[in-house]
């Protein structure tokens, strides 16, 4: 990318016009930010975004069901997190909220686990310990989800920090919603990353609701972008429904950061298509007629509307590609239903690094006694 | 009288309360158009309006802190937690601020209000939307906490809380939030702080719960009758101040204590109520008081019913206690 370019996307303010925008909605590509994506690539992520749809389609199905507990999708937001995620370079890590199963698959996370984690099995990366949805992948440079709103980002903005202290070139990315823009870590993470210029990016996915309060309650500021601004932490707003613009804004913040040049602030202009979770209804508070212009954003129309247009991936191949991804994800759903849930004993380890006395007389104490009547699994 | 669940008994006490005094305000995140997410602040915005049934920006600091202030002016607030869970980041205005205000001005101010959230587990929340973190507040100086276990003392609690001069942390399982359900007077009326209630009599142990696991200890003290343990089971209500003579008659009657909590052993507030017991009834004791409680690990998911205090691990307590010479 040119460094015109660059100049065009970060601003000394934000306005709401200046969106970064690459790819029409009717398939077209602005050469402009292009981030030149090879058709293998393009493809690629296509199919990694139908996955990922598919994926939330069908946890959605089994928490109807009552066979997982809980699902927190992505629906609608795919482009905003794939996208970001592949402008990531090898050595970077990612600090998650929660919405970002589709990232951790993309970066390695293997699906088998992601689906022990809905079933909190033996099998969990985190040994049933957390909700489904909540869960880590080291091997992936995933950080651990958490619930609590925020608490991500500052500890994205210190391990990047920490990075710089130790000369590694390395950057990390971490992912919220705009509520939590409102939590004190957000104001904690951009002021801490202003000061130190540290080498974070950090992706405010702007889907316009956390839960049932919608953007005007979380903010007086025109755009959420601007909020970096005061932190002295250069800011852009994109268009989350279009990969290629996420994939080159992202890796523009990548190379700002990697330059010593310190953090930046992506407001990722998209949309919440489904409830906030299964736990939520969003009929309550939401009236539908608020989804349709977003309907015709979809990211994955979107990429499909360019794709038709290069020829690059047939009806027939999406056709295929459905169908085996709806045989995997029901064999691998299949087996993690059935693996075991985690040991009596695996909930006394890892509260401290060696089990101290008191935790090895409670374990033998709940061994010894009698089972609960009504385990979940 | 009319049959109602505890969401219903909170509600209608909140639009009580809010009728009655306009300067009741609640405020939290989405207890507004969607009325919570457990639906306790359901119709309150319909009924009182933005200005008084607040959605406010996502940062618990934020509601806490504000509410101070509101309260210094003279409101009324009522802000809710949406999960006990949540309620860290506006911890240091709780324990600096709303705790002290009383005592730190000379009595000049007081940051009187009513912090509702849910507490406890079963729910399958996980180590996020199940803690049940009374002893955290008891521990501060100032505060009230209040823990009701159904729809009538829950609607008389929570107006005796927003009528009381002092901060009251109001915390409600939600385990039963829809299953305790009960017959509620209608109207105005308070069931008084600082009141527990022997809800089952016996002369053999005393078993000390409140929220939701006082439906187990009563599922274990029936069990163990049917092996002739008379169980004596009190429902604390109010865990702090607490009210001690109910507690300290119980155990002179029947010398054997055991006290159960959803909540870590370690410095839970059964480490507390056993030390009052043996501060105050120590020669009547007949034998060691016993804690039944959630583990000293973070609240797991899959194995949470084995992680909770449930009438399984109560009853071999009941009996073991009662049996010991
Ligand atoms: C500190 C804290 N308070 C409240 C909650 C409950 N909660 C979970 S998600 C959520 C809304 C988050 O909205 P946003 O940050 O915009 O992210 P989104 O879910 O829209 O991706 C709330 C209030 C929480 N998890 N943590």
């Not at chain 2, 509600?11 to 969607?34: C, H, P, T, Y």
């Not at chain 2, 008084?192 to 200890?217: C, D, K, N, W």
């Not at chain 2, 009190?234 to 607490?242: C, F, K, Q």
Request: charged share 25%; aromatic share 8%.
């Amino acid at each position: 990318m040119t460094s015109a370019a660059h100049e065009s996307m970060f601003t000394a303010s934000v306005h709401d016009d200046d969106v970064v925008r690459v790819l029409g909605t009717d398939g077209t590509l602005d050469a402009r930010n292009d981030p030149g994506l090879s058709p293998e690539e393009v493809v690629h992520l296509y199919r990694h975004m139908v996955l990922t749809r598919l994926v939330d389609d069908r946890l959605v199905t089994l928490q109807r069901q009552g066979r997982i507990g809980f699902h927190i999708g992505s629906l609608g937001e795919e482009a905003a997190i794939i996208g970001s995620a592949y402008a990531l370079r090898k050595q970077d890590w990612l600090f998650p909220c929660y919405r970002e199963f589709g990232a951790a698959l993309l970066r390695g996370m293997p699906l088998e686990r992601y689906l022990d984690n809905m079933f909190g099995n033996a099998n969990d990366p985190v040994k049933g310990r957390q909700m489904p949805d909540h869960y880590t992948c080291k091997a992936a440079q995933f950080g651990s989800v958490s619930s609590p709103i925020g608490t991500q980002i500052t500890q994205a903005v210190g391990f990047a920090w920490a990075a710089k202290i130790q000369k590694q070139d390395l950057v990390a990315l971490t992912y919220f919603g705009e509520g939590a823009t409102s939590s004190n870590e957000f104001h904690n993470g951009l002021n801490f990353a202003g000061v130190f210029k540290t080498p974070t990016v950090f992706i405010c996915r702007n889907n316009g609701w956390a839960i049932s309060v919608p953007t005007e309650r979380q903010t007086a500021s025109r755009t959420f972008a601007e909020k970096g601004i005061a932190y002295g932490v250069p800011s852009v707003r994109v268009d989350g429904n279009d990969l290629f613009a996420v994939i080159a804004v992202t890796r523009d913040a990548i190379r700002r950061a990697s330059a010593g040049e310190g953090s930046t602030l992506i407001e990722a202009i998209t949309y919440r298509m489904g409830g906030h979770s299964t736990s939520d209804d969003p009929t309550r508070y939401r009236d539908k007629s608020l989804l349709d212009p977003w309907a015709d954003r979809d990211p994955l129309a979107r990429i499909k509307r360019y794709l038709d247009k290069q020829g690059w991936f047939t009806d027939a191949e999406e056709q295929k590609l459905r169908t085996e991804i709806d045989a995997r994800l029901r064999d691998l759903v299949e087996a993690s239903e059935k693996t075991p849930p985690p040991s009596l004993e695996s909930m006394f380890e890892d509260v401290y690094a060696e089990q101290p006395w008191h935790l090895r007389e409670q374990c033998a104490e709940l061994l010894a006694g009698p089972r609960a009547p009504s385990a979940h699994h | 009288m009319t049959q109602m669940n505890m969401v219903q008994a909170i509600n209608d006490a909140l639009r009580i309360a809010m009728r009655k005094d306009e300067r009741v305000v609640v405020m939290g995140e989405d207890v507004g158009k969607v009325g919570g997410v457990f639906r306790v602040t359901s119709g309150l915005y319909d009924e009182f309006g933005d200005a008084r049934v607040v959605d406010t920006p996502l940062s618990e600091g934020g509601i806490i802190g504000a509410a101070v202030g509101m309260a210094l002016y003279g409101m009324i607030p009522v802000p809710e937690i949406q999960f006990s869970d949540f309620i860290w980041p506006a911890y240091d205005q709780i324990v600096s601020e709303v705790a002290k205000y009383r005592y730190r001005s000379g009595g000049e101010y007081t940051s009187k209000m009513v912090i509702r959230t849910p507490v406890g587990g079963g729910i399958r929340g996980g180590h996020y939307h199940s803690q049940h973190p009374e002893a955290q507040f008891i521990h501060v100086a100032g505060l009230k906490v209040v823990c009701p276990s159904n729809p009538y003392d829950a609607k008389g609690m929570l107006l005796a809380s927003i009528a009381d001069p002092d901060p009251v942390l109001f915390f409600e399982p939600k385990r039963v939030y829809r299953a305790a359900k009960g017959d509620v007077p209608e109207g105005e009326y308070t069931v008084p702080l600082e009141s527990a209630a022997v809800v089952r009599e016996g002369q053999h142990v005393t078993v000390i719960a409140y929220g939701a696991m006082l439906y187990e200890a009563l599922d274990a003290a029936q069990k163990a009758a049917e092996q002739g343990i008379e169980t004596e089971v009190v429902d604390l209500r109010t865990l702090w101040p607490v009210d001690i003579e109910t507690i300290i008659a119980s155990v002179k009657k029947t010398g054997r204590l055991i006290i159960v909590h959803e909540a870590p052993k370690t410095c839970g507030f059964g480490s507390e109520l056993v030390s009052l017991v043996c501060e105050k009834a120590f020669y009547h004791l007949e034998a060691p008081p016993v804690r039944v409680t959630g583990y000293d690990t973070p609240f797991p998911y899959t194995l949470e019913m084995e992680y909770l205090p449930l009438s399984h691990r109560i009853l071999p307590a009941i009996l073991d206690t009662a049996r010991a010479v």
